[in-house]
Antibody
Framework: DVQLLQSGGGLVQPGGSLRLSCGASGFTFSTYAMSWVRQAPGTGLEWVASISGSGGSTYSADSVKGRFTISRDNSKNTLYLQMNSLRAEDTAVYYC???????????????WGQGILVTVSS | QSALTQPPSASGSPGQSVTISCTGTSSDIGGYNFVSWYQQHPGKAPKLMIYEVSKRPSGVPNRFSGSKSGNTASLTVSGLQAEDEADYYCSSYAAKNKVIFGGGTKLTVL
C-alpha cells in the first residue's frame, strides 16, 4: 500500500522558516511527480508546489514563489518543502500528494499524506 | 488565476442522485482533460474520486461519475448514501504547469 508520512510542522514566528518532510513507501518514488497542497483553517484546497519524478523540474504557486522551495531525495524516498519568510497567511494544514499518473505531472493526486499543521504567529 | 466556481452546498435524500458543477475557463477546464474530483471528510485528507474528467480510481464506487461540457465539469453521485456526506473539491490542470481548485461544495445527505 502507498503510504505518505509527513513531519516537520509546528508553530513559527512571522518571518521564520520551517521544513516539511514527506516519507514515501509502497511505490517507486522516483517515477512519480509529487506535490504540496495546503488548506487554511475552514477554507478550501490550495496548490503550493510540484516537482517531477527526477527532481529536475519544479513549479510553484505565485503566492509562495521565491519563499518556498520544493525538493526531493529519491535515494531516501522523501519529499521536502522548505518554507522561508513565513507569513500569517501561510497558516494551514499542509498535505503532500502523489500524482496519479506515472512519469508525467498532471496534477491529479491519488494518494495524500495525513496532513500537518503549520501555524505562523507571534 | 481565480479558483474554479462550485456551489457552496448541495443536498439529496438517500438513494437520490445529486450533481455538483465546477465552472472554469478555456484556460483550465475547457482546455484540458485533467479534471479531478476529491472527497474530504472532516479532519481527513482528501480522497481522489475522479481523474481525467471521468475515470474512477480503483476502489471508488461506480455511483460516482464525472463529465465535462465546455468550461464546466460535473460530478454526479447516484444512489446517495450517508457516508457520501462530505466536502467535494474539483480541480483542473491550468496553463503553465499549474493546478487550480474549486472552492468546495458541502454535500448533505438529508
Amino acid at each position: 500500500d502507498v503510504q505518505l508520512l509527513q513531519s516537520g510542522g509546528g508553530l513559527v514566528q512571522p518571518g521564520g522558516s520551517l521544513r516539511l518532510s514527506c516519507g514515501a513507501s509502497g511505490f517507486t518514488f522516483s517515477t512519480y511527480a509529487m506535490s504540496w497542497v495546503r488548506q487554511a483553517p475552514g477554507t478550501g484546497l490550495e496548490w503550493v508546489a510540484s516537482i517531477s519524478g527526477s527532481g529536475g523540474s519544479t513549479y510553484s504557486a505565485d503566492s509562495v514563489k521565491g519563499r518556498f522551495t520544493i525538493s526531493r531525495d529519491n535515494s531516501k524516498n522523501t519529499l521536502y518543502l522548505q518554507m522561508n519568510s513565513l507569513r500569517a497567511e501561510d497558516t494551514a494544514v499542509y498535505y503532500c500528494a502523489k500524482d496519479a499518473l506515472m512519469a508525467v505531472l498532471r496534477f491529479q493526486f491519488d494518494n495524500w499524506g495525513q496532513g500537518i499543521l503549520v501555524t505562523v504567529s507571534s | 488565476q481565480s479558483a474554479l466556481t462550485q456551489p457552496p452546498s448541495a443536498s439529496g435524500s438517500p438513494g437520490q442522485s445529486v450533481t455538483i458543477s465546477c465552472t472554469g475557463t478555456s484556460s483550465d477546464i475547457g482546455g484540458y482533460n485533467f479534471v479531478s474530483w476529491y472527497q474530504q471528510h472532516p479532519g481527513k485528507a482528501p480522497k481522489l474520486m475522479i481523474y481525467e474528467v471521468s475515470k474512477r480510481p480503483s476502489g471508488v464506487p461506480n455511483r460516482f461519475s464525472g463529465s465535462k461540457s465546455g468550461n464546466t465539469a460535473s460530478l454526479t453521485v447516484s444512489g446517495l448514501q450517508a457516508e457520501d456526506e462530505a466536502d467535494y473539491y474539483c480541480s483542473s490542470y491550468a496553463a503553465k504547469n499549474k493546478v487550480i481548485f474549486g472552492g468546495g461544495t458541502k454535500l448533505t445527505v438529508l
